[in-house]
């Protein structure tokens, strides 16, 4: 029988996972490595090194890899890149600086806007003009155009964004403008805003296309470098990119469109964990997944996560279909310090992978919720990565006293219990604005922990939230990589309206949904899927005539099958879920109209098929249980020990090679049919 394996891949802050499916026996495997930030494909290919040698695979029948990165993120965070051009109509040279009027952060006087991408002096204005109607008013000029392409060769730019007035509606002048260009300086990494957004609104097309243009050159080369190492390999299949909607780019359009890969690992813990929660009966699920560096949070309602169509990355407006996912500086990592105030705080700083915390012995100087976990013995010093990266507690409670519990006048324990506390206060306020934006109550959720650090937080966390249920996924770690595993390739085409329903408005509805499934038809056969795999989801976002922003409605067949009574009510039901209210006289304007074009992949099963091992005896340890249970003596499983059916109660630390899942006294736990841990409260 010969096998066949796919390969998912997520590249963290501070850890590399990997899950590795063998198709033919059903397997599933799960193995992580430290990241290397100044260099992530080196990562990749280290772990790939490694699971090839472990499990004998001859590279060539790796089948698919999916990968997850964070290089667009992190350009965005710490601005390494180069400034970028842009040109743009006449009259808008300063929309990137302008914005809008709003200020996210009222009373603070000291925040201040981030510096636009490409500075004044290399924003250029072109006479051109096309209006509301996609009519051409100005004629493009072309030694305008010209002009700006010398200056910035001279200027060495080489990243340039196009971003003309209504190119939404009449694409021409930025095509044309983008051929001059590349005419006269060839190796310019252009974007156009009618490729990237084609969408109204001004700001937030161009403030998304050059978010684009400056992460591009630098995705372009890391892509090539990760290419580069997959093939040196022997891995002869092309690597996928997950993007933010948690769908799937191939490399060129990755290379080409790099915005959409922002949230491209927490996207994809999403779809791991919504697939999970299905599997496991648990449609209703608030996903946190504590990490190395930070925690990401996402709400999913009956089996569905929720989507957003525009968010702030940054401190700039990124528009394009998202996974609402929201992040804080919260994880493994997080270093604990004291304000000047004497108060003490974890985060949002961190460790990250190098050096790490002061346990891993790499050079770490500060103290981390990592290295407090492990001092309140809830960490097995050498059982992180399966025994592969053993710590020093001695070394963490040696720094700790001295950085921390000294100067605050506390033992060792309770400035450790106190570092943990913090840190799961601030992700348990990101839980209850998660839900509450939503107008939900988080306890009527389960809880879904995840990541490295997810599980061991879970109840703390759930202290303060109230949730009634935990889950937590076997493999918890490795949930993201397992998550592009269950991903499909996907890819979204958009064209905006703006008319209301008594203004013909339902017919220019289905005349540019016409339109998009003639780029969605395209799109197939461009990326040569077979018709069985071919699937198109439908998007209305529409909003009261009057309103700023729209909401969207996702039809359950064909907009030409749906009669605009039946896309009103929809409407109507879909605003009062999202808001609380309905007015059902209001006009209704359409603004978008949206297809996702997706190829349906054969999806590996959740869970792994092996056997567990019942032989070995859970061992124990003190643990440090809170200040109301204080130390107790816990039983320690490995996870491998504990089949479908088993239960147990608390105190009780179950380790693993990804993670660790620490359980209190006040908690029952059962493995669920779906070999997920589930702890409730003891009532």
Known sequence: MNTSWRIGVDVGGTFTDFTLFEEKKNYLFNFKTPSTPAEPAEAVGNGLIYLIEKYSIDPSTIQYLGHGTTVALNMLLERRAKPIGLITTKGFRDVLEIGRQTRPNLYNYEIKRPEPLAKRSHRVEIPERIDADGMVTLPLDHEAVEQAALKFMRDDIDAIAICFLHSYKNADHEIKAAEIIKNSFPNAFLSLSSEVLPEFREYERTSTTAVNTYVGPRMQLYIQKLKERIAGLGVKCSPYIIHSNGGLLTIPMATKFPVKTCLSGPAAGVVGA????????????????????????SLVLDGKPFFTIERNIAGFPIKSPSIDVSAIGAGGGSIAWIDDGGALKVGPQSAGADPGPIAYNKGGQDITLTDANLILGRLNPNALLAGELPMDVSAAKLTLKEKIAKPLGLSVEDAAAGIVKIAAAGISRAIRSVASSKGLNPMDFSLFAYGGAGPLLGAVVNEEVGSRVIVIPSNPGTICARGILLSDRSFDFVQTVLATLENNGWEKTLTAFKQLTCKADHWFKLENIPVHSQVVKYYIEARYLGQSFEVRVSPTISPRELTQEQFVEAFDTEHKAQFGYDIPNRAIEIV????????????????????????????????????????????????????????????????????????????????????????????
């Open 592 to 683: 978008n109209c949206r297809i996702e074009a997706i190829d349906r992949n054969n999806k590996p099963p959740i869970r792994k098929n092996l056997e567990p091992s019942n032989n070995a005896q859970p061992s124990q340890r003190s643990v440090y249980c809170g200040s109301f249970f204080g130390w107790k003596n816990a039983l320690i499983y490995n996870r491998d020990q504990l089949s479908i059916g088993n239960s147990l109660k608390g105190p009780a630390i179950i380790e693993e090679m990804s993670s660790t899942t620490f359980v209190p006294p006040n908690y029952n736990v059962s493995i669920d049919n779906t070999n997920d841990i589930v702890m409730e409260i003891i009532q």
């Open 274 to 297: 919504t697939a999970i929660g299905i599997e496991a009966n648990q449609k209703n699920l608030i996903a946190f997944d504590v990490g190395g560096t930070s925690t990401d949070v």
